[in-house]
């Protein structure tokens, strides 16, 4: 117990520290849109910066003194030395604060995302009477579309419901809601409505599904009504948050880390202004980091600054210096050298140039260090170590590969993902890691996980093209991706011709 709790506190000291303003201030108190999306994200970029597809923030502190390495002897100092500062663990009554005000604030309006991207405060005001107000405007001041009236008084009825904390009602008036939309009641003159206005509508009511089942406790329930109202509306920074709340509530807090970074970008890149929400997302996404660092018991990690590009021996000092730091990690060392891992930080994404940090993992597996070495020298990821790609896979076959490997290298990766906003090799990596994944998933006959896979690969991919600037060729994959993933969910075809089935057997 004593040597498990010296490891836990070791690794308390690789988790950089949000900000004292944050603690000083939490002390106070579907595939049809993707090409839309792309020019989208692509107008609001060029509005702020050149450079915010690369946006991360700039640290100013570290917590432990033996992460900071002379300038001199590794290239790998930002500047000024690291000052070493102990970190303390964020309450969980912290976590609640903010998932109150950020995820199950009450949205009393549908939010047109995609007629125009988040105003200034004082437009957003005017929509609403509350601060909370997330609803947009539309452009040039010209009326929202009409929402079809039964629609709308079925919505009433639930949103009456859920504040009268009566939630098991409320599903099942918003699943109603839902079911209309999907009959195509939804806006009052369809032919004059486009398709990014009925998808922010059920994308509202799946959002809206994912808060009661929440309240209800029912978080494997609310988990693919949170992916969906991503796949509907990607550029909507609570959509990502709730999806974070649920991967809390499931104890997978990798998933939730990740969801909170999108939500901090997306924030930033839709119009948001207020600090104050900015500092609780970042708080957040920091929380999750710790305890996916600290339940994790299989590896351990370290963070290491850097500025210019970081040669072999250089990485093999900084293995030497994660050794002396983690002995119970030292199986197989491996640090990601595709990097631009970056951390929450009270700065805002445009404002001070990025600061990127190596991320070097530790193992007691030094199987599972190997594989993921190996992954990660390919250009696209696979997700199976089989020797003959062409020969189907026997359930026998993938229930040894998923207890040997699978389930043992599927935390790695999401843990990799936690800090990596984007990958310069193949921008659907991780949509592809996680189709791989279900595909996995369907062989073993786990039919509701693969389903709940498939779903969070499409919000994955869905969101790339606001988080990074896409080639033609990559949205092309995307594309092909989506609609092959959409067709898995239907039933439609078998799983043998998926496009990543096929960058498989390449």
């Known amino acids: 117990s004593s040597k498990e709790s010296n490891v836990a506190a070791n690794k308390w000291n690789d988790i950089p520290e949000a900000l004292q303003e944050v603690k000083n201030h939490l002390g106070d108190g579907a595939a049809e849109n993707i090409m839309k999306g792309i020019k989208m994200a692509e107008k609001n970029k060029e509005k702020e910066s050149n450079d915010v597809d690369r946006a991360s923030c700039k640290r100013k502190s570290e917590n432990d003194a033996k992460l900071s390495v002379k300038k001199e002897e590794t290239m790998l100092e930002t500047g000024n030395r690291l000052i070493p500062t102990p970190l303390s663990h964020i309450p969980l009554k912290s976590l609640m604060d903010i998932e109150e005000e950020l995820v199950y604030t009450d949205d009393e309006d549908i ?169 609780l997302i970042k708080l957040y996404w920091q929380a999750m980091i710790e305890e996916a660092i600290t339940t994790e018991e299989s590896f351990s990690v370290m963070y290491t600054p850097f500025v210019t590009e970081v040669k072999a021996d250089k990485i093999n000092k900084i293995k030497d210096m994660f050794a002396k730091k983690h002995p119970d990690y030292v199986e197989h060392i491996y640090t990601d050298p595709h990097g631009l891992h970056i951390l929450p930080q009270m700065a805002r994404w445009p404002s001070l140039p990025p600061q990127h940090y190596l991320l070097t993992l530790g193992f007691r597996n030094k199987h599972i260090g190997k594989i993921l070495e190996r992954w990660s020298s390919r250009k696209l990821p696979i997700f199976s170590d ?16 998923w207890d040997n490997t699978g389930k043992k290298i599927v935390p790695v990766m999401d843990f990799i993902r936690s800090t990596k906003l984007t990958d310069n090799l193949c921008a659907c990596s991780r949509g592809i890691e996680k189709l791989h994944y279900a595909s996995l998933l369907g062989h073993l006959q786990r039919v509701e996980e693969q389903s709940q896979v498939i779903n969070q690969a499409m919000a994955e991919l869905a969101t790339i093209p606001y988080l990074q600037d896409i080639s033609q060729q990559d949205a092309e994959l995307l594309q092909s991706l989506m609609a092959d993933a959409m067709d898995t969910l239907e039933g439609r075809r078998s799983d043998k011709g998926r496009v990543w089935n096929k960058i498989q057997k390449v």
């Open 386 to 401: 089989r020797k003959a790609p062409f020969s189907p896979l026997t359930k026998e076959e993938a229930k040894r590969y």
């Open 111 to 279: 939010s047109f995302e995609f007629a125009e991207p988040v105003g200034s405060t004082s437009t957003r005001s005017a929509c609403r009477d509350s601060e909370k107000a997330d609803a947009l405007s539309a452009p040039n001041g010209s009326a929202l579309p009409q929402i079809d009236k039964q629609l709308q008084t079925t919505l009433q009825e639930a949103s009456t419901c859920y504040r009268q904390n009566n939630y098991t009602a409320a599903v099942e008036q918003f699943s109603t809601a839902l079911e209309l939309c999907s009959k195509g009641a939804a806006i009052d003159n369809p032919f004059e409505s486009s398709p990014e206005d009925i998808s922010s509508i059920a994308s509202f009511i799946e959002t809206k599904l994912v808060t009661c089942y929440l309240k209800l406790r029912k978080p494997d329930d609310a988990l693919n009504h949170s992916h969906r109202s991503i796949i509907l509306n990607p550029a909507y920074f609570r959509n990502h948050l709730r999806q974070a709340a649920v991967f809390r509530c499931l104890e997978r807090y990798s998933e939730a880390a990740r969801s909170t970074m999108i939500a901090d970008y997306m924030y930033w890149l839709t119009g948001g202004t207020e600090q104050h929400i900015s500092k």
